[in-house]
């Protein structure tokens, strides 16, 4: 199927020339603001399949959505600094709808039919209404657009993953059970960060020696407290462990994000901003997660579980075999 690229165009309709006030996220659950409904459409279509490349990683696609947002209504309310520069006419209108068939710029592949017949598009498309100032709107979301997809072109995103092999010997990171497949984005500590200077800016120093008194402590407390039926851990770590399981942490904190913004009652310029550093933060910290996932190449508890033993040089004490964990 024929794909093409649904992107964040921002369409500026609610505030006019002469509103002096700052418009304020509804309190009413229904009704959230521009900012919070789009972002709530966006995670939905990084969870379609085939919403984009298997190889992309979706943080990526949320911190461009939200720095395009974050920029327009910045440029037309201004407050803070802008992550690109961009001005814009104080009459255009700030309140930030994507998606529009006249203001399509790269973010996500979809479907061809998606495009236009998604339910939030034609929904943003008839709420905004027409005139001046909606023009300068567009015209600000389609430069805000334009810019941070400038900015991320040629950032690495789109290089093929490099297959990942794994090494022998006590504590190099083996494929994990149940389906024992490759690791993921291989790719990513070399792509480029929104803030960061590199991946590898604030990399943690190395794990601790498989054979080191600390491996020993550390084990021994992660078995204890990973064991299904361990006597040791408490019911309130079992919940924050399932929490934490539950779904991929950009969609957590987006979703933690949105009930924060209404709950206190937001204005449009703040939960832009919100987003914009929330998304950013969380992108810059995969690039460096991955970087350091692949420069140590650290094994998993599930693995070191089930080696025969493993001693410590000072200690000397072997750890037993864990059991199964989950």
């Known amino acids: 199927m024929t794909k093409m690229l649904l992107t964040v165009a921002l369409l500026c309709a609610s505030l006019s020339l002469q509103g002096t006030g700052v418009g304020r996220a509804s309190s009413d659950a229904s009704q959230p603001d521009q900012v919070i409904q789009w972002n709530r459409t966006l995670l939905q279509i990084l969870q379609t399949p085939g919403a984009q490349p298997a190889t992309i990683h979706p943080t990526r696609s949320l911190a461009i959505v939200h720095l395009a947002i974050y920029d327009a209504v910045n440029a037309i309310r201004g407050g803070h600094a802008p992550y690109l520069v961009l001005h814009a006419p104080r009459s255009a209108s700030p309140d930030c709808r994507s998606g529009g068939s006249g203001a399509h710029r790269p973010a996500f592949p979809l479907p061809e039919p998606e495009v236009g017949d ?5 929904d943003s498309l008839s709420q905004i209404g027409s005139g001046a100032h909606v023009r300068q709107g567009i015209r600000v979301g389609e430069e805000a657009a334009n810019a941070i997809l400038a900015a991320r072109a040629n950032d690495g995103s789109d290089s093929t993953p490099p ?67 361990s006597t040791t851990r408490s019911a309130d770590q079992t919940d924050i462990g399932r929490f934490w399981g539950a779904a991929p942490v950009q969609n957590v904190w987006n979703q933690i994000a949105q009930t924060a913004g209404m709950s206190f009652d937001n204005s449009l310029e703040q939960n832009a901003r919100l987003f914009a550093l929330l998304d950013t933060s969380l992108a810059d910290g995969v690039i460096a997660l991955y970087d350091s996932k692949y420069a140590y190449h650290r094994w998993r508890p599930v693995t070191a579980s089930r080696r025969p033993t493993t001693t410590a040089t000072r200690t000397r004490r072997a750890i037993p075999t864990g059991p199964r964990w989950r």
Do not use: C, H
């Not at 998604?118 to 034609?122: F, I, N, Y």
């Not at 990171?173 to 960060?193: A, E, G, H, I, S």
């Not at 590199?198 to 498989?210: C, M």
């Open 118 to 122: 998604r339910r939030e598009v034609r």
């Open 163 to 229: 297959m990942f092999v794994p090494q022998s010997g006590p504590g190099e990171y083996q494929l994990t059970p149940p389906n024992f497949k490759q690791p993921v984005f291989t790719n990513w500590p070399d792509v480029r960060p929104f803030v960061l200077e590199s991946g590898d800016q604030f990399r943690p120093p190395p794990p601790p020696a498989v054979t080191s008194p600390r491996y020993t402590t550390d084990f021994n407390e992660i078995k204890s407290l990973g064991e299904i039926k």
